[in-house]
């Protein structure tokens, strides 16, 4: 409804740096909102991590979504065990599209050369693993009660390793969801094991020290923690876990934005409460860093939005029109948003039965739906 609106102008396929200067973008409009988001991985830091076989979750998720950039990642699922590093929600999504049945993935617009190499897989065991405890994992409640609720796959958690109650000194609002996480992880001991054929394992109190192998990776090498002050700390035992794939889903990092200044410890742009530069504005993870679902990225816009209102009256740069200009002089092959709803439509009409799309998975595929 926004986008059809006459005040929204639409630029697909055009790229800040490369078709056009942020520095440009300043002479054609009064305000600037960067909104880019965080989407490479963080690195583990360990040796062993550039071994095939070790995918970051964001090119892993990027790749089964049918995002462009990864259709050619190809990971090698010819594994029966698998290791994700985290417990944030982006390592419950991995855990669970790698045991869904074919019917579950079905239902979703998952890529279909994800689902068939998933589905041809013998993966079997997904460990996903805490540094730190069940009361400080990352993931929320609706998340974590899916893992309970899938067709062919039984959670596992080692009863021993969940307390009686959630301790701590939390705030009123993590402590309910905590509890919550609790409630559902002690639901899961009582599951059966019925006739399932695969397990995800929840497992607590270590940290990755190396992945091991030749060229590709074979297992990997873990040490014991425990929490000090909320603090992960190594106990000094360690133990190794045999698998051919390894996924760190330990959170994303942004890239510099070409012509804006970058904090690189930090993976953001430098600002002030959202103020980039002269007429430049940050909102979302390459403002705050990538924590947060999407309701935590709300107030951005609104802090954004009464930002502009304060800084610019009477604006009176060109706008659009200067900007469309400037692609068609340099013959930049932008898509409309008209355009991208043909794109949408054709993805629908392509879906498999039960299927809400069928995306491409390449840009020149996209582009070619439109001839
Ligand atoms: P996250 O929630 O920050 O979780 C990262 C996990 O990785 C944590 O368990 C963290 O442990 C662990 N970790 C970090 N560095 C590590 C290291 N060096 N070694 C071992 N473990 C390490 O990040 P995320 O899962 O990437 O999610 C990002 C945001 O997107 C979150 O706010 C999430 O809720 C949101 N999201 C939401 C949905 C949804 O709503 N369905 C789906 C996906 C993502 P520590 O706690 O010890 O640091």
Sequence with gaps: ???????????????????????????IYDAIVLAVGAPRDRKLGIPGENKTGVFGSADF??????????????PKL??????????GNVAVDVARVLVKTP????????????????DASPITDIHMIGRRGPIEAKFTNVELREMGKLADCQPVINAAQLPDEVTGDWSDRDKRLKDRNLATMKEFLDISPEDKSKRVHFSFYAKPVEILGGDAVEGIRMEN????????????????????LVIPAIGYFSDPFPGVPFDADNGIVIHDEG???????????????????????????????????????????????????LLEERSVPRLSFQDWLRIDEAEMAAAKPGAPRRKFVTIDTMIGALN
Excluded at 78 to 87: D, R, S, Y
Excluded at 225 to 241: H, Q, Y
Aim: net charge negative; glycine share 16%.
């Design 1 to 27: 409804k926004t986008a059809l609106s006459d005040g929204v102008g639409y630029f697909g396929n055009v790229e800040v740096g490369r078709d056009v200067t942020i520095a440009e973008l300043q002479d």
């Design 103 to 118: 019917e579950e993935m079905t239902e979703t617009d998952i890529a279909d050369h994800a689902a068939d190499a998933i």
């Design 61 to 74: 998720v990027g790749w089964y979504n049918g995002h462009p950039d990864f259709t050619d990642l190809k």
């Design 78 to 87: 010819n594994t029966e065990t698998v290791v994700v590093i985290g417990q």
């Design 275 to 325: 103020r980039v530069g002269d007429g430049i504005y940050a909102v979302g993870w390459i403002k705050r860093g990538p924590t947060g679902v999407i309701g935590t990225n709300k107030p951005d816009g609104d802090i954004a939005a009464t930002q502009i209102f304060e800084d610019i009256t009477g604006g009176a740069k060109p706008g659009r029109e200067a900007l469309e200009a």
């Design 225 to 244: 923690t425990k929490v000090e002050a909320g603090r992960s700390v190594g106990t000094g035992e360690f133990f190794e876990i045999e698998c051919g």
